[in-house]
């Protein structure tokens, strides 16, 4: 049965009804009308959940490739007004304007500079409300400067979301560096110190998650149960 047809039928069971007629079979119809709306109503909420994901998935793609390219307007540009940026050990910064100066400080875009923050393995979870959500992703780091420095890292990002005007934007980016190594010596050396606040540039709070990166443990917490066990 087709949406046109489901439509013309709930139409016609509807005039019936506020018309006060009983007709053979009708309370049958009643029943098969009210199915079909609720298999409307679950694949429409199905549907937009799909939509949602694509779209979380998309704008936290944008942000990586922005920040690659020290598109820091651009990145900036993601976020909710009322924002939080946290990465490593550098704080907190509260709002849109707040989190635009931090990328800016983080330098331009210039001859021999490398700056790659894949967004890798993501673990979306989309409120029913649909104007919320969550995620979890991997960041997989190449930074360096020709001639100087080179380094790997991974970051795992906490992230929320909010759906402002029908538009997904990142309400809170929350980045725990695992691990950060200098390229030619890897991660069986030794590692580089986790980045902490930066010079010229205080946060609006301090970090609200103290820990290590690699060679220490630490397992950034999860935002959701697991989904077969529910624990």
Do not use: C
Not at 38 to 60: E, F, H, K, P, R
Not at 86 to 110: M, N, P, T, W
Not at 167 to 174: A, F, G, N, T, Y
């Amino acid at each position: 049965m087709n949406n046109k047809i489901v439509g013309l039928v709930i139409v016609a069971a509807a005039i019936l009804a506020n018309a006060g007629w009983i007709l053979p079979g009708q309370h049958a119809l009643q029943e098969q009308v009210q199915s079909l709306q609720a298999q409307t109503a679950a694949l429409t909420q199905q549907a937009q959940a799909s939509n949602d994901y694509v779209s979380i998935a998309n704008l936290q793609a944008s942000y990586g490739f922005y920040v690659d390219k020290s598109h820091w307007d651009d990145a900036a540009d993601l976020f909710t007004t009322d924002a939080t940026l946290e990465i490593a050990g550098r704080g907190v910064f509260k709002s849109q304007d707040r989190i635009r100066e931090y990328l800016h400080s983080l330098g331009e875009l210039e001859y021999g500079r490398l700056y790659n923050h894949m967004q890798l393995q993501p673990v979306i979870h989309v409120e029913s409300d649909n104007r919320s959500a969550k995620a979890r992703w991997r960041s997989f780091i190449q930074v360096g400067h020709l001639g100087k420095d080179a380094r790997w890292g991974e970051a795992t990002y906490e992230n929320e979301y909010a759906k402002q005007d029908g538009v997904w934007r990142i309400s809170k980016l929350h980045s725990f560096i695992t691990f950060y190594v200098d390229f030619d010596q890897g991660w069986n050396k030794g590692a580089v110190g986790m980045p902490q606040k930066k010079e010229n540039l205080e946060p609006d709070a301090e970090t609200t998650v103290k820990y290590a990166a690699f060679p220490d443990v630490f397992v950034p917490p999860y935002h959701y149960k697991n989904p077969v066990t529910g624990k």
